[in-house]
């Protein structure tokens, strides 16, 4: 026998279909909440399949964004082997249905039979390490997203209430730059204070003992910009509000995102792969870390095309009849962060040739006439071969 639980998850519950083996469903469909007594109930109902089969089952559920996330934790806690399919993949299955029904209960036979038809091979997906990586990766990305957002109002209300203030600092965004203008918000709170004040204040936030060349010019730079402000005073005080309020969020997404990036840097280091990414010019820490966690473990692909079908740069192909299509477009199906790292770190390598071979071959495909963008993705091709031989024979990259 080959027992198998098909999991149709939802938020907060799940249903769920169990097979003693193929054709062969085992009682009726049962539901359950992703709660401490739900999920021992579960246990037990897997517990009777496998005193029926004499065998433990494996289990087989769909990707949900993060409902699946404590049922595939109880899974992993105990010991139960399990299978998370693409949504696309079970779309597919339903359509070749005649009958059009979807209900969880169906849906739960339905990922039962896919296991069958698809002889899924039941494993872990990826062990406990590297989805904590994937999580804080993500988490990163999805903060930087908030982080460039609060960026582009801040500098839509800056520019109503004193926009000669760019350029006063190197850095808009520093830590510095924000605390001042949290001070002093208005060329007129600036020019009242002298330029000693003005100094010193800029001396203290910047955690220095003594006043030096930087601080000097910083403060003539700013007195210069307060003079040549166009508002002396602000005419909408909600703006003051929206920029202080800005300002410390700002401040807050920096804290954040320095603390996930040691958060990262560490987890990432227990890695060997890790610093064999690394040996491919044009991809940095932060690339490599998202790149490791969103392919997982290498041992889910057996070739390097399936590594690419799983980044979705594999090209689509429309053939019927005597009509073969030439423009092919990528498939972009399968995971779009890993996409965008790739496409990231093949410009890094470009950029002012960092990665030689990669230039050479981008030359190459430039010269053949093709577009910029595709030429892109063909160097992105090559970026997963050389990932995908880099991560089986755990050897660093050799650009000779």
């Known amino acids: 026998m080959n027992p198998v639980i098909g999991l149709d998850v939802s938020k907060g519950e799940s249903h769920a279909q169990a097979f003693a083996d193929r054709g062969t469903p085992y009682g009726k469909t049962f539901r359950f909440k992703h709660d401490l007594e739900g999920l021992a109930s579960f246990l037990r109902y897997a517990q009777d399949l496998e005193s029926f089969t004499g065998k433990r089952s494996a289990v087989i559920l769909e990707a949900t964004g993060h409902y699946h996330s404590p049922v595939v934790q109880f899974l992993d806690e105990h010991q139960f082997l399990h299978v998370v399919i693409n949504p696309l993949l079970s779309h597919q299955a339903k359509k070749a249905n005649l009958r059009k029904v979807k209900t969880d209960a169906a849906d739960a036979y339905q990922l039962g039979e896919i296991f069958y038809k698809e002889e899924l091979e039941p494993y872990k997906k990826r062990g406990q390490f590297l989805m904590n990586l994937r999580y804080l990766t993500r988490q990163h990305e999805s903060l930087t997203d908030m982080y460039v957002q609060a960026k582009l109002q801040f500098q839509a209300v800056l520019d109503q209430v004193f926009p000669e203030y760019h350029g006063v600092f190197g850095d808009l965004y520093s830590k510095v730059s924000l605390r001042f203008l949290a001070l002093y918000p208005t060329s007129q709170s600036v020019l009242a204070r002298s330029e000693n004040d003005i100094m010193t204040h800029i001396q203290t936030l910047a955690g220095f003992v003594n006043p030096n060349d930087w601080t000097l010019e910083r403060a003539q730079k700013l007195m210069a910009a307060a003079e040549r402000n166009p508002f002396k005073e602000t005419a909408f005080p909600s703006h003051l509000i929206s920029l202080d309020l800005l300002i410390h ?15 990262i840097e560490e987890l990432a280091r227990g890695l060997l792969e890790y610093d064999l990414i690394q040996s491919i010019p044009g991809i940095g820490t932060k690339l490599a870390a998202t790149i490791l966690a969103e392919i997982g473990e290498i041992d889910r692909f057996n070739h390097a095309k399936k590594l ?43 950029r002012s040739s960092r990665n030689k071979k990669l230039r050479a071959f ?33 050897e660093p990259f050799r650009l000779v």
Not at 321 to 343: C, D, E, Q, V, W
């Open 308 to 350: 690419i079908a799983f980044a979705g740069i594999d090209p689509s192909v429309f053939s019927s009849g005597k009509f073969t299509a030439t423009r092919n477009p990528i498939t972009k199906r399968g995971s779009r962060k890993l996409r965008t790292a790739l496409y990231l770190a093949v410009r890094c390598g470009l």
């Open 362 to 394: 981008y030359d190459k495909k430039r010269a053949e006439g093709k577009l910029f963008k595709v030429a892109v993705i063909a160097c992105a091709n090559k970026l997963i071969h050389w990932i995908y031989a880099i991560l089986t024979k755990k």
């Open 249 to 263: 969020l700002l401040l807050q997404y920096q804290e954040h995102l320095a603390k996930l990036d040691q958060s």
